[in-house]
């Protein structure tokens, strides 16, 4: 055989062996980004509320909402940041149904007045998408209310605003036959494995950043589940959880972004706590960081197909959805006494009074 013939057989085996492996990449990828939707279906006259809707996902659901004719409201914890973001999402979609609203889901009295302002510019409500949220922060911190910070904020502030907002989303239903409240969630809902720790649910006595992370996530879960209970199986308003996926947005901003980095970044309440070390192996992992995670507008297509897809309604039912499909929480997340103990905590501590 001669070296030229060789050769191009070894270029043959070569370059077989370079698009085998990029075909991998792709494939892999496209597994680690979990399912799309695609559907279309027209909005109009729909009224959409979101909360943290002012970056990451809850931007890009607003996005999606507005894309498709949906009425949206911003909810957002600086007013001056939720307006930019309706103007980005405004220039992008075309919409002029979009309004910014102020929201500090560590407040009672802030989500009250919330709550009172939006009755004022709207008889019904659609869908409620709970989507704000915190992670990992540092050190214990509790919000105006004396409640631990994640849980507060990821769990029980959503809780009353969604009994704020119950009866609009009802009065929707009624004309619809489908309102939808969407209430995000995560995989990190494992951390909790030996479910709510209700002898210390302030993490008053040991507090762990992601622990009370992730006891928040289950809360998200058990509040869906009960609050479907309550609600009926056959009822027009219909409830899921969702997990994202692991994706690239602000709510690591106060375990990831070093403290220089936060004020310049413009991120609200960044702790920082990366030393520098930490960035330059940041740095050289930056790379499999960035093919394992998903962009915020992958990371939203879960709880975008859950607040819209015609072919889902009726049939949420108080389910956890991952990757645009029904999936199994863990054991934790199923425990009906857990839920509905931790449903009468969070009438008690905040005043939230449910009416189904």
């Not at 399912?35 to 943290?52: E, K």
Request: net charge neutral; hydrophobic share 40%.
């Amino acid at each position: 055989m001669t070296p030229l013939v060789m050769s191009a057989q070894f270029d043959r085996r070569t370059f077989g062996k370079v698009a085998g492996g990029a075909a991998a990449l792709v494939l892999g990828k496209k597994v680690l980004d979990g399912g799309d939707y695609t559907g279309t279906p027209d909005l109009t006259g729909q009224v959409a509320v979101v909360t943290g809707a002012n970056t990451g996902l809850g931007k890009e659901t607003c996005i999606r909402l507005a894309k498709l004719g949906a009425e949206v409201v911003l909810a957002s914890r600086s007013k001056e940041r939720g307006e930019k973001a309706e103007k980005e999402i405004r220039a992008l979609t075309g919409s002029d149904k979009l309004s910014t609203m102020e929201l500090d889901l560590a407040s009672l009295k802030s989500i009250e007045l919330f709550a009172s302002e939006l009755r004022s510019r709207h008889d019904k409500i659609d869908l409620l998408v709970n989507n704000a949220g915190v992670m990992a922060i540092p050190t214990r911190e509790e919000t105006k209310d004396g409640l631990e910070r994640q849980i507060g904020i990821n769990h029980f502030g959503h809780f009353h605003l969604t009994n704020l907002l119950l009866p609009q989303i009802k009065k929707a239903s009624e004309k619809s036959g489908d309102a939808r409240i969407i209430n995000l969630s995560s995989d990190a809902h494992l951390i909790a494995f030996n479910g709510m720790n209700f002898d210390d649910l302030q993490s008053k006595s040991s507090y762990d950043p992601w622990k009370a992370y992730g006891q928040s996530k289950l809360a998200n879960i058990l509040f869906t589940k009960e609050l479907q209970r309550r609600l009926g199986a056959d009822s027009p308003v219909s409830a899921a959880a969702v997990h994202p996926g692991v994706v690239r947005t602000e709510l690591g901003r106060n375990f990831f972004l070093p403290p220089e980095l936060c004020s310049s970044l413009g991120s609200v309440d960044c702790k920082g706590q990366l030393p520098p070390a930490a960035l330059v192996a940041g740095a050289v992992l930056l790379p499999l960081a960035v093919y394992t995670s998903r962009d915020p507008a992958q990371g939203a297509q879960t709880q975008v197909r859950c607040s819209v897809d015609p072919e889902l309604k009726g049939k949420l039912g108080g389910r956890y959805f991952r990757d645009c499909h029904e999936a199994a929480p863990s054991p934790a997340a199923q425990d009906a006494s857990a839920a509905l103990k931790l449903w009468e905590i969070s009438e008690e501590l905040t005043g939230s009074k449910f009416n189904v």
